[in-house]
């Protein structure tokens, strides 16, 4: 008896090794026909847990200090959160098969309703800029998501998309058979929709608060935000700066939607880490462009070119520096 319960558990072991794994959301390399594309299946990352924070107590947080940083992706070490490019076909959302840039993992986690975007703008007043405060939820009504709350759906789209213009003249309009409504108004074809793709972010910032505590003895530091950017460009294709598109919460949010996704390793195939990992062992090279201080302003306020950059180094020295100072030789 006990045989034939062993080989039925070997029986069912392999036939759940060529099934399809009921993941969290990351890209496998399997076919819904059984064929693994590789020697094993790799499921490690996009079923795994995540690891959580260490609890920390305000009393043991005797020194902090916050800082805002800039991610560029023209920077080869930079380049995993880049690649792989995908794109937009007939409004399909082309991606890579095991393995999604950035981008695409925020924008389709975003239209899943598993990522909340705050918006950058008050949107009462569009001349106020602290979206990275989290103070402007762009949720669905109640009951609605994406593909059924047309409002929410609208607004989404202006953020993470770029729409056409509407023609002012119903005359000039191409129409459908019916092109008035029950009140007799003319309906207007829907605006084509340009969504921004993984080749139009340049830069991701990241909003972060490093912090001593005492109870551990450690220097840590905590990812709160994080942005993409893109370029500011006008309707005929002139670049006047960069913007950012939303803001995503990191801790909760954005930490349970990363940790599933491949990061690509140049060193070794077999040992890709999850996009939480990445960030978590700080994998990325970035500048700091902005710290707290009582003005609140950015570095580019008051230093200019190499100063700026040389400024930002000054203050990664001085975080260096304080951890280096707690402790007595």
Known sequence: MSKIVLILASV???????AQPDINGGPINSRESGVIDGVVLSTHIPTKRLIPYEPVREADVIWSKRVWRTIDLREKMNHPLYFPLDKVTDDTWVRDATRWSLWTIMRHHILEGDLTVYQVQNPAQFTIHDGDQ?????????????YTDEDYQLALKQIIAKLGPRPENPLQT???EDSLDAEGNPVYPPRPVFWYESKDIIQYRIKEDWFFDKERSVLDVRILGIAPVIYDQDDFGNISGSKELFWLYFPTDCR??????????????????SFDDFFWKRRFTSFIHKEENVYDRNIEKYRVGVDALMESRKITEDIRTFEHDVWSY
Not at 12 to 18: I, K
Not at 134 to 146: A, C, I, R, T
Not at 256 to 267: G, Q, S
């Open 134 to 146: 989290f103070k402007y939820p762009l949720v669905p009504e109640d009951g609605k998501d994406y």
């Open 174 to 176: 191409i129409y459908f």
């Open 12 to 18: 069912f072991a392999a036939s759940s090794l060529f």
């Open 256 to 273: 349970y939607v990363f940790n599933n996704y491949f990061v690509f390793n140049e060193k070794n195939g077999s040992q890709w880490m």
